[in-house]
């Protein structure tokens, strides 16, 4: 993998106080796959929660949700009741990356980020990581090339905020983590970060024999694989804003999935 990094890159891992010791770039530099045409981003689950709420007896149970096509999908999200969060949420959260190519169908990506749930903010706007976590954020997808409704899908496992920014109850994951898990499979994205306890335990649940009494330090450094995608594991970007230090750990576990997408061509 080339490590030349233009000025923007050097810049925006400067501001996320990572310092990379390699040699100045004498090469061109890594760039995002170019994007035909910038199309209006997918920004689901912004309706009011007022607006399209579901009857419980309309909710979809899990094998329901796994037939559902991106639309219908996105409806579903926007109008469930499947679990107390629905009583308290402004909006809900679906995800975010660019545009589909036809109704119907997922967005195109080679990236998927999968976070925890949604914080005051992501409520109010209906989109994931629009808060201090998610200027992170953005600035260490851009480090590698990768730039919020153009070339990576934000999603969270949980799609409605948590009273309180509290964690999320193992009932309410269990509601939502189809969503998650059909979202994946209507992406079919190359490569997975999945940055932070919940997004692990929901991705590694079937795979690495109880994952959610392993340290994160302990999962990270290694591919996983979902249902056949590379999963890479990172911190979430609130925690890195508590503990600059382990900035340096995120960019060589962004460095590592970069790496393996690579590999798998
Ligand atoms: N934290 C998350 O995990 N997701 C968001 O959307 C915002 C903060």
Known sequence: MSLDLDERQRAMLAEMDIRVWWPRASAPVVTPEPIAAKQE??????????????????QPGSAGIAQMDWDALQAAVAGCRACALCEHRQRTVFGVGPAAAAPGQAPQVDWMVVGEAPGENEDRQGEPFVGQAGKLLDNMLRAIGLERHVNVFIANVIKCRPPGNRNPEPGEVAQCAPYLHRQI??????????????????????????????PLGKLR????????????????????????????????????ARETLGRAG
């Open 41 to 58: 981003p997918v920004r689901a689950g912004g309706q009011k929660a007022s607006e399209n709420r579901a009857t419980p007896a309309s």
């Open 221 to 256: 450094g290694q591919v996983h694989h979902y249902r056949g995608v590379p999963v890479v594991i990172t911190y979430h970007p609130a925690y890195l804003l508590r503990n600059l230090p382990d900035k340096a750990k995120a960019w060589a576990d962004l460095c590592l």
């Open 185 to 214: 499979e209507l992406l079919a994205p190359k490569i997975i970060l999945a940055m932070g306890r919940f997004a692990v335990n929901a991705l590694l649940q079937d795979s690495v024999p109880e994952v959610h009494k392993l």
